[in-house]
Structures are given as structure tokens and as C-alpha cells.
């Protein structure tokens, strides 16, 4: 728990303020030298807050919330809604932006596709993780791959299975039984920010790839922004928290260092990772319009930057390779 940090709203007792010690071990490297970061959660009464650990620097929310409300996040209106307090946060529901980007959707999964197939000789058995609705997993079978997907939300299992014919399974990634050695590739797209226990889901992952099997991890990268670097710094030095009034969905805030280290722990060897930034008119902008406007601007920044140098995106995409041992 945060030193002076986990008190419900309105409680009385010291304000914790940005670079303030709390208590805890890292998720990753296991210290217990932690450091609250600039921004919290105001969720279901009481703050959740972002932690930087001091020996790695992986940041993560803490405390996190429990897994009963993790679970809660991803009902049907997550997928169906878009507001400031639910849905993906996209410009538009989840379904209905899904439905209108077949295109989109084909275009990422033939990107998959020659990710794996240059370090694999041929397509084989392929699990997504955090499948969703099971857009990008049917057209991954279009492709010619043998297809199946692990999901935690029951609605959008229910819609890969009825609507599009997708075997999906419905549960926490740890849940599954299935054999060593029985998945050729592993897909997680924008699933490992969002997972309490991220090294024992790329352990389980592990066991399930045939030796040489490759995984493929896709996670947005805020805190790699230049922007958000310097809004962060700003709130730091007025000692104040920027405050987020939505669920925390995202539990781990992932940069290359932190996402490389963490692969590299589950025993894994990252042949690659790129960096990529979120053009403006996907961002979902919700502020006000001279705000909207110098993030928009600091956007095509961070896209030129990323493109020409890999550096300083809000998107990461890893490929891994399943050591032997």
C-alpha cells in the first residue's frame, strides 16, 4: 500500500504528493524502493496511484484493484459505450468503430502476419490473447492460420463464437489447461497493460509456444511521450497529482526499456521493437479545444520522431522469440 497514499476521498491525514516513498515490491524486479508517481485514479471512492520503481522503472498502478472489479471493467458496455467514465476510449465504441474498420483491421493483421512469418517457416497454430469480438483473429485465419483466442469478457467471446465462428475461450489468461508446446505464435494485442499478473501470464504463454515459437506483443506506451514526460514533470513540481476519473484499465504503463526487461524475465529474446504514435484523429480528445489542439500538434510530433528515429511513441509493438530453455 502507497505510504500515506491509499485513504478513501475525503478522509483526513497528509496529502501524498509526487516522488513521495510508498510500500511495495516491484512486480518485475521485486524492490521495494518505489516512488508515486504525478498521476492517480479516482476510483469507486479512494485513489489508486501510479508507482515507478526506482531499480527498474517499471510503472504500475498501485494498489491495484481487486480482481473482482478487474473483471467488472470488461462487460458489455465496454465495448458498446463511450463516455468519460466507460468504454475503450477510442472516438467511438469499440464495436462500432470495430465494425467500421474492416480494412483497418485486415490491414493489422496482415502485419501480423509477415512479423511472424520472418522468423517462422511457415503458419501454424495461433492463439490470440485478448481477442475481443475476434475481428483480427478471423482474418488471421483468412491468412491460413489455425486460429483460436482466449478472452475475459463473456460478451465479446459470445460475439467471436456466434457471429463469426471463432473458437474462443472465456477466462483469465492463467486459467487455461492447454499443453506445452502446442501454439506455434501468440498474439496480445493491447491485453498486457491491462493484466494484474503480467509475469505469470508471459509464463504461461511460455509453456504453451513450441521451443523457437514466437510471440507477438502489442501495448501502447504513454509514458514514452515526450508530452506526457513534460505534463508529468509540471505536476510534479507543483507537487499536485494529475487525477483520472475513469476505471484504471490500464494496471502497467510499458516503455521499451521496461516491456524488453519483461519479456526478457519470462524467457524470452526480443529480435525486435518498434515504436509507433497514435495518429491525432484516433486520440480520442475530450479537453478543451486549445488543449486538444497543442496535443494533437505535439502528436504529429511524436509520430515523425518515432518513424525516423524509434523513439518516443505511444505504441510498441515486440516481437519474441521462446528461448529453449
Known sequence: MPTRAARREGEAGPEPRPG??????????????????????AFRGRHLYGATCSSCALTFVHPQPAAA???????????????????AHGPRAYMDLARDSTAEVARRARQVDRLLLRHQPARGRFLEVGCGPGFLLR????LGWDVSGLEISEFAARYAREQLGLRVEVGPLEAPTL????????????VLEHLPQPLSALAAVHAWLSPGGILCVAVPSTL???????????FRVRGRFKTLRIPPYHLF???PRTLAALLSACGF??????????????????????????KATLQVGAQISARLCNRWGDRLLAVAVRRAH
Open 139 to 142: 482474418d488471421m485465419a483468412r
Open 253 to 255: 504503463e510499458y516503455t
Open 69 to 87: 472489479e478487474i473483471e467488472s471493467f470488461y462487460r458489455q458496455d465496454y465495448y458498446t459505450e463511450c463516455s468519460a467514465e466507460c468504454g
Open 179 to 190: 499443453p506445452q508446446h502446442s501454439l506455434d505464435a501468440v498474439f496480445m494485442g493491447d
Open 224 to 234: 514514452n511521450l515526450l508530452s506526457a514526460q513534460l505534463g508529468l514533470a509540471l
Open 269 to 294: 529474446e526480443v529480435v525486435a521493437l518498434r515504436q509507433s504514435a497514435v495518429p491525432p484523429g484516433r486520440m480520442g480528445l475530450r479537453h478543451s479545444p486549445v488543449e486538444n489542439l497543442a
Open 20 to 41: 513521495d516513498a510508498c510500500a511495495g515490491l516491484c512486480p518485475l524486479c521485486a524492490s521495494s524502493s518505489l516512488r508515486l508517481q504525478a498521476f492517480r485514479y
